[in-house]
């Protein structure tokens, strides 16, 4: 019977020059599912890609004095480079710019808009520009994004909307109907309780302020919101919409939208929301993920403070290998929920599981070959003793470890496979083949010990394949197998006939020293955070003892680095638990910042609103007492360490440049 294609979808990432481990977390774990359905002999498309339009891109962009295209072309190679050397093995990288999508998601709006489910009306709402997600009044915590806990501003418009709000008795619907739809079963209840219960609002799905984004195709002054135009790429991946439907019709609707737990609501609501709209049929799943933390807040390179982790996936792939990283991301976060990322639980778990157990029984069974038979793999012989039980546990290997994928338990799987692999370490100090060495009469028990041995690496290693590609392949490659079938060898003990060539494997994961190795991962990960915030650390002190007039001389072309613009304080607030800091949103021609400075002794909040200002644009992003800044107030210091602002001596509009 033909198997049923698979197709499985990561989220498309924003780019981003910050790559670091947790970005590999969804995608390495669908390449793992994708490999295991491929194995199973199934047809696969694995989509994955990168999310580029939208105001934080436009404004990057600008700030560096570049293209839009300009500036992410570089950062999507370097994301390629990344999933090259993670052996990703997608079946497609989409980019929202890529024409075929531009034109899909175009025929989406048409379609939608010639139905009815958008409409134009005036909108007036909070938007997260970092997040690049409207809310309402009522969801907003403290005043901020309840996502990231940033600031958010007012915006309001002319602007299109999705008729999301009909959609909300269907989608109740379909949560009690069908559960399967969103794993894990909490997610459920968190959209239940904090989407649908409250109600749903119809969605701003345009933007005029915003330029680096798909026109409308029935009002070109407007641009696609963002995650319509991201959550698209699912189905215009696959041609929706377009001239050749065939591997729509062929993939969709998708096994498996793979998501972290963050995104989860634009994944279930909005999505299923628009599929219905669009006449097309539901995903079969979306499952949302949890996070890698680093003391316990969600991984991102920005938070790394007092003691940096070494986080960049290029150097961890670099010094430990690519299945090293695969491993820890596949087998240490219970999966569903979050999981603390440290330097030293990634040692650990490389060392205990990959070095010790699965590096140990490769070589040493093979090593034993070849000593006693030459490298030639003696006959499988009788089994006795607690040959059975190994047996027995090899066979059902295939069984569990389905059954746990099946479950979407990918840590589940590895579980097993690794259980048998200690199984079989057991096995070898029980029948210790060494001393069997010694009495010539004891060489067919001897034979059979080192089959046994042999026969459940095999299946070990065949059923690793999805998750540690390379290793898998030397281990089959040492005794003389192919590495490019399925699972048809893995249910039945015996795949192996004896008289296989074998090789001995050296270490396939070194043994590391774990103390000497984190001092090695501390010194990148500063190296790392050096070169990545190189624009916020502070000048290096002078041989004069840093006396600001003792500064180097620089040219123009240094200077002409720093892009200072006008710009008008219109909000003004302290940060709390801050006596030094203020929290001002300041407008830069059309664009809102937020901006932390330290003025709050000289300045009251009241004082700064309505200021004119001089605002260093191109700062690289920081975050001062939790609150975000996105540029520097300049402002002159007597020696006394008085500070006033500096403001521009005529009226003259905001986002004015300052030569
Ligand atoms: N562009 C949107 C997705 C649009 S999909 C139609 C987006 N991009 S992202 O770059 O911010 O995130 C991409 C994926 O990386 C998400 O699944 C996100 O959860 C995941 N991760 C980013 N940091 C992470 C951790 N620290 N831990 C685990 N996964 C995390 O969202």
């Not at 500063?526 to 003892?545: F, I, M, N």
Request: hydrophobic share 40%.
């Amino acid at each position: 019977m033909e198997k049923k294609p698979y197709y499985i979808t990561t989220p498309i990432y924003y780019p981003s020059g910050n790559w670091h481990i947790g970005h590999c977390y969804t995608t390495v774990i669908c390449d793992a599912l994708a490999r295991f359905h491929r194995m199973l002999g199934e047809e696969v498309f694995f989509l994955t890609g990168t999310d580029e339009h939208g105001q934080k891109v436009e404004r990057e962009a600008k700030n560096r004095g570049v293209t839009p295209m300009q500036f992410i072309d570089p950062l999507i190679a370097e994301m390629k480079d990344m999933w090259k050397l993670l052996d990703i093995s997608y079946s497609r990288f989409i980019r929202t710019t890529d024409p075929d999508h531009v034109a899909a998601v175009q025929n989406i709006y048409r379609r939608l808009y010639e139905s009815g489910d958008i409409y134009k009306a005036e909108y007036s709402g909070w938007y997260c520009t970092p997040c690049e997600s409207f809310w309402t009044e009522s969801q907003l915590v403290g005043g901020k994004c309840p996502d990231c806990g940033r600031p958010v501003v007012e915006q309001k418009e002319e602007s299109y909307f999705f008729r999301l709000s009909k959609y909300a008795p269907a989608l109740m619907k379909l949560y009690r109907e069908k559960p399967s739809f969103l794993q894990p079963a909490s997610r459920i209840n968190e959209m239940v309780n904090n989407f649908l219960k409250p109600g749903l609002q119809d969605l701003c799905v345009s933007r005029t302020t915003v330029k680096w984004g798909i026109p409308l195709p029935f009002d070109p002054d407007h641009c696609a919101y963002v995650w319509i135009d991201a959550l698209s790429n699912y189905i215009s991946a696959l041609g929706y919409a377009s001239a050749d439907e065939g591997l729509y019709r062929k993939f969709w609707p998708a096994d498996l939208h793979m998501v972290g737990k963050e995104i989860v609501r634009f994944h279930a609501i909005v999505w299923p929301a628009i599929l219905m709209a669009l006449g097309e049929p539901l995903p079969e799943q979306i499952y949302g993920h949890g996070w890698l933390l680093i003391g316990g807040e969600k991984l991102s390179k920005s938070k790394q403070n007092a003691k940096p982790e070494l986080t960049d996936p290029y150097e961890l792939v670099k010094r430990y290998g690519c299945d090293a990283v695969r491993y820890f991301l596949l087998r240490e976060i219970p999966f569903g929920s979050d999981g603390e990322y440290t330097g030293e639980r990634f040692l650990n778990r490389i060392n205990a599981d990959l070095a010790n157990d699965l590096g140990n029984l490769v070589s040493r069974t093979t090593a034993m070959i070849g000593q006693y038979f030459g490298g030639i793999l003696p006959a499988r012989g009788e089994a006795e003793g607690t040959d059975g039980e190994l047996i027995a546990l090899a066979e059902g290997l295939f069984g569990r470890v389905q059954r746990a994928m099946d479950a979407l338990n990918v840590p589940a799987a590895l579980a097993e496979i690794f259980g048998v692999v200690s199984r079989a370490n057991k096995y070898i100090d029980e029948t210790v083949p060494w001393i069997l060495a010694k009495d010539e009469s004891k060489r067919p028990r001897l034979g059979a010990v080192l089959y046994h041995l042999a026969e459940t690496i095999r299946i070990c290693a065949v059923l690793l394949k999805p998750f540690l590609p390379r290793a898998s392949a030397r281990i089959l490659e040492s005794f003389s197998q192919k590495t490019d079938e399925g699972f048809e060898s893995v249910s039945s003990f015996g795949g192996l006939k004896g008289g296989e060539e074998t090789k001995k494997l050296p270490p396939l994961f070194p043994r590391m020293d774990i103390a000497k190795e984190l001092a090695q991962m501390q010194k990148l990960a500063e190296a790392d955070r050096g070169k990545k915030s190189g624009a916020e650390q502070p000048a290096a002190e002078s041989a004069s003892g840093g006396r600001q007039d003792a500064l180097p001389e620089i040219g123009i072309e240094d200077f002409a680095k720093v892009q200072i613009r006008v710009g008008e304080v219109v909000a003004c607030e302290r940060v709390k638990k801050s006596e030094k800091l203020l929290h001002e949103t300041v407008k830069v021609g059309d664009e809102l910042r937020s901006v932390v400075s330290g003025i709050a002794k000289f300045y009251t909040p009241e004082e700064m609103i309505g200021k004119k200002v001089l605002l260093v644009v191109n700062l690289k992003p920081a975050k001062l007492c939790g609150v975000l800044s996105e540029g520097m107030i300049l402002c002159a210091e007597d020696g006394a360490g008085n500070l006033v602002l500096l403001s521009p001596e005529k009226p003259i509009e905001s986002g004015a440049s300052v030569r």
